[in-house]
């Protein structure tokens, strides 16, 4: 028996695995932003999967191994990777998902996409605007600088006119 299901008292399945070894005991945060990531997609997955079926109030029983092998992109050289040594004794009897997943599946990461996408446009919206207010503000520093030499201009002309005057004066 794995350590994970010796904790939890059954059987572990992936994503415990997963999260057990990319979760940082000290403060419960995922160990980088990949592990971040795909738990996240996971629970989104599981989310979508575990809505009742239409015209029924009943929840569909969630197999959270083939949802999290959908999400890391399956088996490779028949191991699954990170989760440790059970992704070897799960390639030789793997299970396969029902279509009501992956359908479910595919329409959350479509939502997701679509989402994504949004955010993005709206982001590089709000990059134009930066970039239109930049060059106003640049234009506005250049005027600025302008008036600051013609006013400097100015005032040496008056400058020189004073002291011409105070020449003539004392004269």
């Known amino acids: 028996m794995f350590a994970v ?10 994503y415990e695995i997963f999260r ?10 995922f160990v980088d932003n990949k592990s971040q990531m795909i738990a996240d997609l996971v629970e989104e997955r599981v989310t979508a999967a575990s809505q009742p079926v239409e015209g029924s109030m009943d929840l569909q ?5 083939p949802i999290y092998l959908e999400t890391i ?9 990170d ?8 390639c030789s009897s793997s299970r396969a998902s029902s279509s009501s997943i992956t359908a479910a599946v595919d329409e959350a990461v479509k939502q997701r996409v679509m989402e994504t996408n949004e955010r993005t ?3 590089d919206q709000q990059i134009t605007l930066l970039k239109d207010e930049m060059q106003q503000m640049k234009e506005v520093n250049n005027e600025m600088k302008e008036m600051k030499n013609a006013m400097q201009q100015h005032m040496t002309n008056m400058q020189s006119q004073l ?6 004066m004392e004269h």
């Not at 029983?61 to 191994?65: C, E, H």
């Open 5 to 14: 299901a010796r904790e939890l008292g059954r059987d572990s399945n992936f």
């Open 20 to 29: 057990k070894m990319h979760v940082k005991k000290a403060d419960g945060q």
């Open 61 to 65: 029983p969630i197999d959270y191994d």
């Open 73 to 81: 992109g399956g088996q490779k050289k028949q191991r699954v990777y």
């Open 83 to 90: 989760i440790g040594s059970k992704g070897v004794a799960f």
């Open 121 to 123: 446009h709206l982001k």
């Open 163 to 168: 002291a011409a005057l105070m020449r003539q």
